[in-house]
């Protein structure tokens, strides 16, 4: 089949008329599947707004071409259903999990998020993952039946699992919280609403993962050739890069550097999307998978690039890492933006009623661990350009970020 085709639904798609429902029964939609709603639920939140002035690089305000968070989440989605298309897989559910993925990002992009796991180090640290998790189940108040956006289990189980299992099947936590265990916002909803911590998550969650890979390689290639940080032709030390720019020379001999960045960035994406559609479409015959829980519990994920790819993949985040997210110019932005959300946490702990009344406690005093997490969740809502205007409201000198 041809990579730009759509394929027929597969047996192995999760199928929103067998989804195994929301914590909070609700009359199903006359118009829309289970999986539409909780993306229009999603695109409709107040977290999902707020998306627009999170930095994704650089800060809101150096510029109005660079990505934000929202722009970001948008390209992700694009990319996910492309590939969901493709494989036959439920849009509307990939897309729910591609647009929700970064809803619990702090400000400041991943300065922010070092930020406040040091602030509440000794509550249980801060991951985006579960601050997602917490937006989705608790921190929306839009509905008057419930907290969050009441999803079904398939969209919270995408959210929270789309990088692997957390734990194995005798609840021991494995991968990247081996260390540190389950983020406890994770684990007390788990408690209440069996998310399967031990099995993988459905194909659409480990699509939209992958396109989140694929977008901010792509894009911050982009972002860092308009920034300046590097130039088309630093690009040349990668063999994977080195070859598009080479055959881009050929058929564009006099292309303006703008243009010679842009070709390259639409033909890198359009490499990755390959690869990631051929590799699975191999692993899937492979194994053969008849149902969705069939891919929650085959032993590895299903989704992925061939090993080609995956070293150029990360040969792409090695340049990136080097030449943009540590450039001197970023890491004094980000180091000042760190400062900030140091400052206002210290603040909201020394001085609570700073905070706004509908984030102080409702009733007699709560514990410490509460205060703490209460105020990193009000600091993870905030947009850069909010934290800014409270530091300038709450202190004498706040830093430019330029």
Not at 12 to 17: E, F, I, N, R, V
Not at 233 to 249: E, H, Y
Request: charged letters at 30%; hydrophobic letters at 40%; a negative charge.
């Amino acid at each position: 089949m041809s990579v730009g085709m759509a394929a027929p639904r597969m047996a192995y798609a999760c199928d929103p008329d067998r989804s195994r429902g929301r914590l909070v029964d609700e009359p199903p939609s006359k118009t829309r599947s289970p999986f539409r709603r909780d993306c229009d639920r999603v695109i409709h939140s107040t977290a999902f707004r707020r998306l627009k002035y999170k930095t994704q690089v650089f800060v809101f305000h150096e510029g109005d071409h660079y990505r934000t968070r929202l722009t970001h989440t948008l390209e992700v989605a694009q990319i996910a259903r492309a590939l969901a298309r493709q494989l036959g897989l439920d849009e509307d559910l990939t897309e729910t999990l591609a647009l929700a993925h970064d809803l619990g990002h702090p400000p400041f992009g991943h300065a922010g998020e070092r930020a406040l796991d040091c602030c509440l180090r000794a509550h249980g640290g801060f991951d985006h993952n579960a601050q997602t998790l917490r937006v989705v189940t608790s921190l929306e108040h839009r509905y008057p039946d419930f907290d969050g956006l009441n999803l079904t289990w398939e969209s919270l189980e995408g959210i929270v699992k789309h990088n692997g299992p957390l734990t194995d099947k005798g609840g021991t936590p494995v991968g990247r919280y081996s260390d540190s265990g389950v983020p406890r916002g994770i684990a007390e909803y788990d408690r209440a609403y069996d998310l399967e911590l031990w099995s993988f998550a459905s194909l659409e969650a480990q699509i939209a993962a992958i396109a989140d890979d694929i977008a901010y390689d792509a894009h911050d290639i982009d972002d860092g050739l308009r920034a300046g940080l590097f130039t088309v032709d630093d690009l040349k030390v990668m063999p994977l890069t080195s070859g598009m720019i080479a055959d881009i020379a050929m058929r564009y001999p006099n292309l303006d550097d703008a243009r010679r960045g842009a070709e390259l960035v639409r033909e890198l994406i359009a490499y990755l999307i390959g690869a990631v559609f051929s590799e699975t479409r191999k692993r899937l015959d492979a194994a053969k998978p008849t149902s969705a829980d069939d891919v929650r519990n085959h032993d590895g994920t299903l989704v992925g690039f061939s090993g080609e790819a995956a070293e150029a993949e990360a040969m792409v985040k090695i340049f990136l890492k080097e030449r943009m997210y540590r450039h001197p110019r970023v890491m004094l932005v980000m180091g000042e933006a760190e400062s900030i959300l140091f400052d206002l946490f210290a603040r909201y702990q020394k001085s609570p009623h700073d905070l706004p009344p509908e984030w102080l406690p409702a009733d007699g005093e709560d514990s410490e661990t509460d205060r703490a997490r209460r105020i990193g969740n009000f600091i993870a809502g905030m947009t850069d350009r909010f934290a800014l205007t409270e530091h300038q409201r709450l202190f004498d000198s706040t830093p430019d970020l330029r």
